[in-house]
């Protein structure tokens, strides 16, 4: 049997089938979680072998910001994503925006959670195209990044127009 990638689902329901399945670096997330909110049991087991015998330190930290981190991480529904970067700036929302759109929040300068920076790859559906699009929504609605949206928009670090084939790289 092979690895597979670690879904939104296996977030919610916590079953020892996803641990088996777990890759040890790609969804070290999903195993400190899992160590977390379990207590015991073979799997539980097997999941803190996968960790080389302890959860991460700065997973302890702060538990629950790593929790909606992985939910978002992994999620590839842009509509989901779309609601969750319009509801506010908590966690979920700050993820849902960089998911969307590619965006990375700076580190904070002085803070003992620095390792909250707000950075993830792309959902694989969000073209350059439709990523401007969600930006010039969120600046016109408002909506809670608009100022990271605009700040998108006016960038050339994120839309590098090329002339020659009339469109974004």
Same mark, same amino acid.
């Given at each position: 049997m092979g690895k597979r990638e670690i #879904? %939104?689902? &296996?977030?919610?329901?916590? /079953?020892?089938? /996803? @641990? =088996?399945? +777990? &890759?040890?670096?790609?969804? %070290?997330? !999903? =195993?400190n979680y899992y160590v977390y909110r379990k207590g015991s049991g073979r799997a539980y087991e097997? +999941?803190?072998? =996968?960790?080389?015998?302890e959860p991460d330190q700065w997973f302890l930290e702060d538990p &629950?910001?790593? #929790?909606?981190?992985?939910? @978002? *991480?992994? *999620?590839? &529904?842009?509509? =989901?994503?779309?609601?969750? +970067?319009?509801r506010g700036r908590d966690v979920a929302g700050c993820f849902a925006f960089c998911r969307m759109t590619g965006y990375s929040f700076p580190p904070p300068a002085i803070d003992r959670f620095s390792h909250r920076t707000y950075s993830c790859d792309r959902v694989e559906s969000m073209t350059l195209d439709l990523v401007e @699009? !969600?930006?010039?929504?969120?600046?016109?609605? %408002?909506g809670p990044f608009a100022n990271e949206a605009k700040e998108m928009l006016n960038s050339d670090k994120y839309f590098v127009y090329r002339d020659d084939e009339n469109s974004y790289e």
């Open positions: #879904t %939104r689902q &296996d977030w919610e329901t916590l /079953s020892s089938y /996803s @641990v =088996l399945h +777990a &890759d040890p670096e790609k969804d %070290r997330l !999903f =195993l097997y +999941a803190l072998k =996968l960790l080389g015998g &629950d910001y790593w #929790t909606e981190y992985g939910k @978002v *991480e992994c *999620e590839n &529904d842009t509509v =989901l994503l779309t609601k969750l +970067a319009y @699009v !969600f930006c010039q929504d969120m600046v016109e609605q %408002r």
